[in-house]
Nanobody, 126 residues
């Protein structure tokens, strides 16, 4: 088990920034790829960003490329999602997930992740 806890969500205005954190317990955190997914009301969950277990590879959905940055600090068992230039369409519940993903081409796939957090709400007003 890799318990994950997200934090940092909130209500902001369009153009503002937020930094989400995903903190895990357990010594195996550093061996997992971590991803952020989001689910807006009435929509399916979608991939946002992912980072390989080494931190050397980062991947983004087209909709957030250039605005969001994912990073990890394995010493703190934490992955961050820095979200800049937020838009109302970024409003969603953001969840982090951990998985032993073997291939970079699979980092965006929900099925690759075994452990999920409860999520943190982000609301962007116009």
């Amino acid at each position: 088990q890799v318990p994950l806890v997200e934090s940092g969500g909130g209500l902001v205005q369009a153009g503002d920034s937020l930094r989400l954190s995903c903190t895990a317990s357990g010594r195996t955190f550093s061996s997992y790829a971590i991803a952020w997914f989001r689910q807006a009301p009435g929509k399916e969950r979608e991939f946002v960003a992912a980072i390989s277990w080494t931190g050397g590879g980062t991947y983004y959905a087209d909709s957030v490329q250039g605005r969001f940055t994912i990073s990890r600090d394995n010493a703190k068992n934490t992955v961050y999602l820095q979200m800049n230039s937020l838009k109302p369409e970024d409003t969603a519940v953001y969840s982090c997930a951990a998985g032993a993903v073997s291939y970079a081409s699979d980092l965006h796939r929900e099925s690759e992740y075994d452990y999920w957090g409860q999520g943190t709400q982000v609301i962007v007003s116009s």
